[in-house]
Nanobody
């Protein structure tokens, strides 16, 4: 069974930055479109080939990327706002692997 382990969250002031990471336990990672979710709502996705997409609220501030050799997914978050606060999860898009524990991001105003 595939396991997802998210990390990199924390408490940051508005305007700050964080980089989230997701470690995937199986090589099949490289065969799937992946996404980052906030409270189980998609915020960014990246195709197998690296094409990325974002919801409007994070466009220009967040960057999703993947390392297929390391089975890892990343989310670089800049110019954070309090609205970005939440638990962030990684999963396939659409999501069908068992959810990990997520990583908490808290942005103070």
């Amino acid at each position: 069974q595939v396991q997802l382990v998210e990390s990199g969250g924390g408490l940051v002031q508005a305007g700050g930055s964080l980089t989230l990471a997701c470690a995937v336990s199986h090589n099949i990672f490289r065969d799937y479109m992946m996404g980052w979710y906030r409270e189980r709502e998609l915020v960014a996705s990246v195709s197998v080939g690296g094409t990325d997409n974002y919801v409007d609220s994070v466009k220009g501030r967040f960057t999703i990327s993947r390392d297929n050799a390391q089975n890892k997914l990343y989310l670089k978050m800049n110019r954070l706002t309090p609205d970005d606060t939440g638990v962030y999860y990684c999963d396939t898009r659409p999501a069908f692997w068992p959810w990990g524990k997520g990583t908490q991001v808290t942005v103070s105003s």
